[in-house]
């Protein structure tokens, strides 16, 4: 059940079409690499003014940024690593040429600590399991 935020900033906004598909293909890599199941993943695209990045204190016109957050231990770090290469490179299609550095980041939290639809991970474990 991942939850994947991605920010963005562009010299325009991107088009509906453009954040749709990068919402799909998103939850493709979570399904593909880390097998998520693509009917729990949940992403969102943030559209940040222009320049709203910096890099090295400077403005940037395009960068982007990806956090996906994951329960803990549910993957190897190949599959992880796998994982980041993919997303930089699916947003470095999606801006183009820039600067500042595509950062994608694996948060991992305990199955004690997350959950959706007011269970923890760690009760929807403990209930499958009986």
């Known amino acids: 059940m991942p939850l ?7 010299p325009t906004p991107l088009p509906a ?3 749709t598909a990068l919402q799909r293909e998103s939850t493709q890599l979570m399904q593909r690499i880390l ?7 949940v992403s969102s695209v943030s559209q940040l003014p222009l320049a709203a990045f910096a890099a090295d ?8 940024s990806l956090l996906a957050t ?16 993919a997303a930089a490179g699916m947003l ?10 595509v950062y994608v980041a694996l948060q991992e939290l305990p199955a004690t ?3 959706y639809d007011g269970r923890s991970q ?7 399991q009986s």
Do not use: H, Y
């Open 122 to 128: 760690a009760a929807r474990r403990a209930g499958s």
């Open 35 to 41: 097998r998520k199941n693509p009917a729990l993943t």
């Open 4 to 10: 994947i935020q991605i920010t963005l900033s562009t």
């Open 17 to 19: 079409a453009a954040v």
């Open 70 to 85: 994951i329960t803990a231990g549910t993957n190897s770090a190949a599959e992880k690593a796998e994982f980041i290469a």
């Open 57 to 64: 204190g400077e403005a940037v016109a395009s960068a982007a």
């Open 113 to 115: 600590d997350w959950g």
């Open 92 to 101: 470095g299609a999606c801006i183009g040429p820039t600067t500042a550095p």
